[in-house]
């Protein structure tokens, strides 16, 4: 709990956005887009159930609104992170600078942002992660796992979203590590979830399939 990081990010935490230049970060300023539900609980050795991220690419907007909009609800364990890449936000860029995100969560990784998130989640261990993205190519929207769960079997079905089930090969994680769902694995995360819509499809649809998204994991799952 006493972990340097973590305390940074508490006492820097905001209700709004601050754009900064996080690719190029070298002190442990740059998080204050991290926005904690219940800031309170975590302060009193209170824990993460839940785990919610928008905005690893930039360009993948309707996670980030939709979010945002979830982030002043006090709801007990459940953190919020509507746009973990600020810059990319910014800049209307996939990347973070350079650097895809989705080959960041790792531990070697050099970007500081990512160390420090990296930390609050090995020490924290959410019960569950979701990773919300956007799909250009696909044209349906779908949730993809490692994990098999017979409730999101179900979920998907009820709402006509599609759903991309990696069994744990080898061949496949090595190809996913640095993703959130490789992450999770390796830290014994045991459900995580990334969501799609189709980028293609207009913004208003994709924020309600995103809201919807969201409602589910806090309120029914
Ligand atoms: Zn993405």
């Known amino acids: 709990m006493e972990k340097e990081g973590l305390s940074e990010i508490l006492k820097k935490r905001t209700d709004g956005f601050n754009f900064q230049n996080q690719a190029n970060a070298t002190r442990r300023d740059s998080h204050t887009m991290i926005k904690l539900s219940n800031g309170a609980a975590i302060y009193n050795n209170g824990r993460c159930g839940k785990f919610l991220m928008g905005g690893v690419h930039g360009d993948e907007r309707a996670p980030v609104v939709a979010l945002t909009t979830f982030i002043k609800l006090d709801l007990e364990d459940v953190w919020i992170l509507p746009c973990l890449n600020m810059q990319g936000h910014k800049e209307l860029n996939h990347f973070c600078g350079d650097k895809n995100l989705n080959d960041e969560f790792r531990e070697d990784t050099t970007l500081v942002f990512m160390q420090e998130l990296i930390e609050i989640l090995k020490n924290n261990k959410p019960n569950l992660f979701v990773d ?4 250009v ?11 098999d769960n017979d409730d999101i079997k179900e979920y998907c079905k009820a709402n006509n979203l599609g759903l991309f089930y990696h069994p744990e090969v080898d061949e496949y994680y090595d190809s996913t590590k640095g993703t959130s769902q490789s992450f ?11 969501t799609e ?5 207009p913004l208003n649809r994709r924020v309600k399939r995103n809201i919807e998204y969201i409602n589910y994991f806090l309120f029914e799952y």
Request: include cysteine; charged fraction near 25%; charge should be negative.
């Open 132 to 135: 919300m993205h956007e799909d």
């Open 137 to 147: 190519e696909a044209s349906n929207d779908y949730i993809w796992t490692d994990f």
């Open 184 to 194: 999770a694995r390796e830290i014994g995360i045991k459900n995580c979830y990334t």
């Open 197 to 201: 819509t189709w980028a293609y499809s």
